[in-house]
């Protein structure tokens, strides 16, 4: 240990700096561009009612809007993804601080429907940047309280969710919808100002070789901090652990930078994707792809079935029930309830994260979500249906909110934006998916089978996070992928 002790990896180096002032102004930015995707997100739950009553579209033709923007997420979640893993992480910004905020302002002047689903699946391209910011922040983050930090980063997405419903009460039923989709993008504008600011990720800077960046920048953040780095010289990764023993077997694949063939900078697009499916990677890329499709189909599912269930008619139910038009009041207020149980999801996310762990916590929060969900399958009051929705998707934005976390730690720092943009790109199929088949059978009056395919795709993500063989909990970031031991 003496030895090495005049070495230090940027995961020692971000341990003795602590988290400071500095990973806040990072935790600021980033937080930023997950609350311009969530209000960007959100507000498909109220222009879609509204578009189809004013340009008389089908159901089919409303749920387009949404499929759109899930459509260039896909694209752009697995485009940005390459984009951060061989440019840097900051250039990976440029989706929601450019096309994001560009589409999304040309969207509210949409003279017809076929602009409308133009432009908004550009916004959905430009949002599938934000899994980077996920990624970029957890770089920056010491390992022993990583799942606490970024539970708290991804309080941002429920700021833009709530603060998008309150927009949409206060805006709708003054203005119009255009009026919301252009305030919408002002987050991204913010973005676009400040991203000359921020710094680069002293770990993929390491990562490229470039150390002495690397250096620099983790003394920008002792100096910011107001600590020291460790005494020594910054070194990728050690050959050894510190003991001098290699890592456990069922840690090596994946959770270990240890020695070995490493994977090599400046890879293309599509090597980078093919070692997701190289012998190490692929049983835990198609799990995390299973994961993730019924993450995202769940969450988007029981936001969506607010408004769907509060706008149906009386062919479906009696007229005491859902009574209301989808441009009153009460859809707002819906929305905005079931919005803030993000806060007690998040909540009970950080108290799971760091004690049961990501495996087991995910499939906590699910089980529960499936619990809240089952009295769903026969019709039930307005205030009974709020409830049981505002404790689904607290619990479902709890298991969305550990599950990216999970995804994001589990690759190594060489394909750590390109993993997990693909898995968010898998995800982002899910929430293309959810309105032209979850929803679509709650408009056309067929409750009972949407929510029996909704605790069916919850079932499966849970069978998927309990086979995938490796907990990050209290580990150290991976850089590399070690393949010796094939």
Not at 91 to 112: D, H, R
């Given at each position: ?119 908004r699946c550009l916004v959905g391209v430009g949002l599938g940047s934000g899994h980077v910011f996920l990624s970029w922040f957890l770089e920056f983050v010491p390992p022993s309280n990583r799942g606490m930090w970024m539970v708290i980063f991804s309080s941002f997405w429920t700021i833009g969710s709530v603060s998008e419903a309150i927009g949409a009460w206060i805006i709708m039923p003054r203005l119009d919808w255009r009026w919301l989709l252009g305030l919408s993008s002002i987050p ?299």
């Amino acid at each position: 240990m003496a030895e090495q002790g005049h070495v230090y990896t940027v995961d020692e180096a971000l341990t003795h700096v602590g988290f400071g002032k500095y990973q806040c102004f990072v935790l600021a930015y980033a937080g930023l561009g997950w609350v311009a995707e969530a209000m960007e997100i959100m507000i498909l739950s109220f222009v879609g009612p509204t578009v189809k009553s004013e340009w008389n579209l089908s159901s089919t033709e409303e749920s387009l809007i949404t499929t759109a923007v899930f459509a260039g997420l896909v694209v752009g979640a697995y485009a940005w993804g390459l984009v951060a893993d061989n440019y840097g992480r900051r250039m990976g910004f440029l989706g929601e601080a450019l096309v994001t905020a560009g589409a999304g302002l040309l969207s509210s002047f949409s003279p017809n429907y076929i602009t409308l689903i133009t432009l908004r699946c550009l916004v959905g391209v430009g949002l599938g940047s934000g899994h980077v910011f996920l990624s970029w922040f957890l770089e920056f983050v010491p390992p022993s309280n990583r799942g606490m930090w970024m539970v708290i980063f991804s309080s941002f997405w429920t700021i833009g969710s709530v603060s998008e419903a309150i927009g949409a009460w206060i805006i709708m039923p003054r203005l119009d919808w255009r009026w919301l989709l252009g305030l919408s993008s002002i987050p991204s504008f913010i973005l676009l100002a400040f991203l000359g600011f921020q710094p680069e990720s002293p770990r993929y800077l390491c990562l490229k070789g470039r150390t002495a960046e690397a250096h620099r920048a983790l003394e920008k953040i002792a100096q910011v901090n107001k600590t020291k780095l460790p005494n020594g010289k910054l070194v990728a990764h050690r050959s050894t652990l510190p003991t001098g023993e290699r890592a456990p077997p069922e840690l090596v694949h994946l959770l270990s930078s240890n020695g070995g063939n490493k994977t090599t900078e400046g890879k293309s697009g599509l090597s980078l994707f093919l070692m997701l499916f190289s012998s190490k990677l692929a049983r835990t890329t198609i799990l995390l792809w299973l994961l993730l499709f019924g993450n995202s189909f769940a969450y988007y599912a029981v936001v969506l079935l607010i408004s769907e269930l509060s706008s149906l008619d009386t062919r479906c139910h009696s007229p005491s029930m859902f009574s209301h038009h989808p441009q009153d009041a009460n859809l707002y207020i819906d929305e905005f309830i079931t919005s803030l149980a993000e806060i007690p999801g998040l909540l009970l996310a950080a108290i799971l994260v760091d004690t049961a762990g990501r495996k087991l916590s995910i499939t906590i929060m699910f089980t529960l979500s499936c619990l809240f969900l089952l009295p769903l399958v026969t019709y039930q009051s307005n205030i009974l249906t709020t409830g049981l929705l505002f404790g689904a998707r607290m619990c479902v934005m709890g298991a969305f909110t550990v599950s990216l976390i999970y995804a994001a730690e589990i690759y190594p720092t060489s394909v750590r934006s390109t993993g997990a943009g693909a898995a968010n790109a898998m995800g982002r199929i899910g929430g293309m998916v959810c309105p032209l088949v979850a929803v679509a059978l709650v408009a056309n009056c067929h409750q009972m089978t949407a929510v029996v395919l909704l605790v069916v795709v919850i079932v499966t993500s849970i069978l998927s996070v309990m086979l995938i063989p490796f907990e990050t909990k209290g580990q150290e970031l991976s850089d590399t992928v070690d393949f010796t031991s094939d």
